[in-house]
């Protein structure tokens, strides 16, 4: 008995190969991060179905382990397990579509690269400088489009229409 609590508490220990795997991850998640700032309207449609897709494989693949974790714990326990285990799975999954994504994220870098650039003159309709949600609202042959602010640069437009540099 005094063997297998032993080996139980080594278990639950993280490696250096599971920190340096757990590193490795965020560097190549940071890319996705990283290339997801560059395109502009990004086509989160595109995220949300992959998460969504990567959720229920990882909810398949998970739910046999649950289920065996589920019958060996006391009743007032099941809840706090099933809650923890949802968001586990959750956040692998956003996570995972995310690393997913980077070859399609940097296609689309590098073939608007290739493209010639365009410049056009748009209404600007709206601005929200709010923290949740910066925005910069504007009329694009004749539809309103959105594009999500960075706070240095909202905070640089909010004070130059409060200065009355720039009318909306």
């Not at 220990?13 to 795997?21: A, E, N, R, V």
């Not at 959720?55 to 809840?79: G, N, V, W």
């Not at 650039?117 to 923290?131: A, D, M, Q, W």
């Not at 602010?149 to 009318?167: A, H, L, Q, R």
């Amino acid at each position: 008995m005094h063997l297998n609590i032993k080996k139980t508490k080594e278990n639950n220990k993280l490696t250096t190969g599971d920190w340096i795997k757990l590193a490795g991850f965020f560097v190549i998640y940071f890319f996705f991060l990283k290339s997801k700032d560059s395109i502009i309207n990004y086509p989160y449609w595109l995220l949300l179905a992959v998460f969504a897709i990567v959720l229920i494989i990882s909810a398949i693949f998970q739910s046999r382990k649950i289920r065996e974790d589920y019958t060996k714990i006391e009743k007032r326990d099941k809840l706090l397990l099933l809650g923890i285990n949802t968001v586990k799975i959750a956040v692998i999954a956003y996570f995972v579509s995310g690393i997913l994504l980077i070859p399609f994220n940097y296609y689309t870098i590098y073939n608007s690269k290739k493209n010639n650039l365009s410049v056009e003159n748009c209404e600007i309709t709206g601005l929200s400088t709010y923290s949740k949600n910066r925005s910069i609202f504007y009329k694009f042959k004749g539809k309103t489009n959105v594009i999500n602010g960075f706070k240095p640069i909202m905070e640089s437009i909010k004070t130059m229409v409060n200065s009355k540099t720039i009318t909306l």
